[in-house]
């Protein structure tokens, strides 16, 4: 215990190098997908959200919602290997795989892969949190004084939906900083992902269990995240404290 806390996760069997240098090394490749995957899941699925709620039952919202399940259920490395064959095999727009020395080209598959879930999940929720804010009489209100739909959904009903939004987003940016081993290992991403699938091959526990114990950090720093967010989503929590 000591020595983890002086940050020394022990020596890797298979390298002879200090897990904590290993993990070093593997993060920001990690960090950079994971942020990327995010960013793109967010702007998305809140759109999408904010578009089906805004014609709940409708045609539009149907096909949002079934896209919103086919992105959840679709197993990551099959998208993957699909992307990679449109985009990379047929029309040649961007590269197979590799980090490529960090270039964006290399990212762009990866993240839609990663963060196809997210998006989805993201969607369903944003779309299931407004359409019970609406019901609000706040809101009717201000539609009786003739606002747009548009403006009392970005206005008034978006920030107070935006919790449980929230809780999945920083969840699901956890998930993705833990690795994200099936998309990390089909496109040779360089990250913790694939490490850690290396690792267990190699039978290598110190490097493992160093792997679990950031994982375990970073789960616990997102809850913390999103608990502090709550603060400044909902001035309602900040008075109640």
Do not use: C
């Not at 969607?123 to 609406?134: F, I, K």
């Not at 548009?150 to 449980?164: E, G, Q, S």
Request: aromatic share 6%; glycine share 10%; net charge positive.
């Amino acid at each position: 215990m000591s020595r983890l806390l002086r940050g020394d996760l022990g020596t890797s069997y298979h390298q002879q190098r200090p897990v904590a240098e290993i993990i070093a090394e593997r993060l920001p490749a990690t960090a950079r997908l994971a942020v990327a995957a995010t960013a793109l899941s967010v702007v998305v699925g809140m759109g999408a959200g904010v578009v089906a709620a805004l014609r709940p039952g409708r045609f539009l919202d149907q096909l949002l919602m079934s896209a919103a399940v086919l992105g959840i259920s679709t197993p990551v490395f099959w998208l993957g290997m699909m992307l990679s064959l449109l985009f990379a095999v047929w029309l040649g727009w961007l590269p197979v795989s590799g980090y490529g020395e960090g270039a964006w080209a290399n990212l762009v598959l990866p993240a839609l892969t990663l963060g196809a879930v997210h998006t989805g999940t993201i969607a369903r929720m944003a779309r299931s949190s407004l359409l019970e804010v609406v019901r609000q009489d706040y809101i009717q209100n201000a539609r009786a004084k003739g606002l747009g739909e548009w403006r009392v959904m970005a206005k008034h009903a978006l920030r107070n939906a935006l919790i449980p939004v929230v809780t999945v987003i920083g969840i699901g940016l956890a998930d993705l900083l833990v690795g994200a081993p099936l998309t990390e290992t089909v496109f040779a991403w360089p990250g913790i992902g694939r490490m850690l699938v290396a690792a267990v091959g190699q039978r290598d526990l110190p490097v493992v269990m160093g792997a679990v114990l950031v994982f375990a950090v970073i789960y616990v720093m997102a809850n913390m995240v999103v608990d502090l967010a709550y603060l400044v989503i909902d001035p309602r929590i900040r008075r109640g404290r």
